[in-house]
C-alpha cells in the first residue's frame, strides 16, 4: 500500500526554498495599484489552458521529496496530473472535471472515483487544492474574490492589497508582478517571470513560513515546457480505468501517507 503515495515512490534529500521577505506596514494610499495589479496579470489572464512539465521538491507532512509531474488544466475547473516515476507505469493519474475526480494508481491496479479534487490532492499528495485553484496557481494569478479595492504603497516597488496580494517591480521603469498571494491554505510566492508567467511556484502552508508543527507542506515547483492556451479536449480530463482496478477510499490513501511519514 505504501507505494501508492507520491512520497514512497519519489522520496529523496531535498530541502524547501527560503520564503521571500514581504513588507510590512500600513503604507499609504496607491493611486496606482489598480494599474499596476492589470499590468501584473495581464499574461494570465487570459489564459484558458495550461499543460506543463514540474519538477516538484520539498516537504509535505515531514516527508522529503523530489518528483516529475505532468501537469494540464483548463477553465473553469479542470486539472490533469501524472506523477511520472524514474521507469515504468506512473505513480498516479489523477483527473478532474469540475467536482468530480478520479484517481487511478496503475502500479497497484487501484482507483477511486467521483472524488472532490481537493480532498484526492490532499489524501495522496497532503497539498488540499482544488482543480480551479490549481489552475489559477500554476498561471501565476488571483482569484477574483481575492482582489481588493485598498491598493496601497509600501515603498517604491510594492503594492499590496489588503493581505492577499503583493505586487513588486525590480525598478521604475520595470513591470508590476504578482510576487505573492495568500490563499485559504497559505501562501503562493512566484519566481523566475518569462512573458509575464511564472517559472517557479512556492507554496507553503499556513504556519509553514514559520515552521510551525501545523505546518503541512513546503512545496516548490519549477516549471518548464510550458504551453498556454492549446486545445484540451474532454478526454484529457477522464482517465481510462482497467476492469481489473479496486476501488480505494480517501482514508485508505490518508492512511498510507501517514504511514510514510511515521516511518
Known amino acids: ?10 522520496t529523496v534529500t531535498s530541502c524547501g526554498a527560503p520564503l521571500m521577505k514581504l513588507p510590512a506596514g500600513p ?17 494570465c489572464r487570459g489564459i484558458r489552458t495550461l499543460t506543463a512539465e514540474a519538477a516538484a521538491s520539498g516537504n509535505v507532512s515531514g516527508q522529503r521529496f ?5 501537469v494540464g488544466v483548463a477553465a473553469p475547473a479542470s486539472a490533469r496530473i501524472e506523477a511520472v516515476a524514474p521507469f515504468g507505469a506512473p505513480a498516479f493519474i489523477l483527473a478532474a472535471h469540475g467536482d468530480d475526480t478520479t484517481l487511478l494508481l496503475p502500479r497497484d491496479d487501484r482507483v477511486l472515483e467521483h472524488g472532490k479534487s481537493e480532498e484526492v490532492l490532499d489524501a495522496v499528495a497532503g497539498v488540499r487544492l482544488s482543480a480551479a485553484e490549481l489552475r489559477d496557481v500554476l498561471a501565476g494569478c488571483a482569484a477574483a474574490d481575492a482582489v481588493r479595492p485598498d491598493g496601497r504603497a509600501l515603498g517604491q516597488d510594492w503594492r499590496v492589497f489588503g493581505e492577499s496580494l503583493y505586487l513588486h517591480r525590480a525598478g521604475a521603469t520595470e513591470p508590476w508582478q504578482l510576487v505573492a498571494v495568500h490563499r485559504g491554505f497559505g501562501l503562493v510566492e512566484y519566481r523566475d517571470f518569462v ?8 507554496i507553503v502552508s499556513r504556519g509553514g513560513a514559520e515552521g510551525k508543527a501545523g505546518s503541512v507542506f513546503d ?18 480530463f477522464r482517465v481510462d480505468v482497467p476492469r481489473t482496478a479496486k476501488p480505494i477510499s480517501l482514508d485508505e490513501l490518508q492512511h498510507a501517507r501517514e504511514s510514510v511519514r511515521k516511518n
Open 1 to 10: 500500500m505504501k507505494r501508492v503515495v507520491l512520497l514512497a515512490t519519489l
Open 27 to 43: 503604507g499609504a494610499p496607491a493611486t496606482d495599484a489598480a494599474d499596476a495589479l492589470t499590468q501584473a496579470t495581464a499574461a
Open 66 to 70: 523530489r518528483a516529475t509531474l505532468l
Open 195 to 202: 512573458n509575464g508567467l511564472p517559472r517557479s511556484i512556492h
Open 219 to 236: 512545496l516548490t515547483l519549477a516549471l518548464s515546457q510550458q504551453e498556454t492556451n492549446v486545445a484540451l479536449g474532454p478526454e484529457v
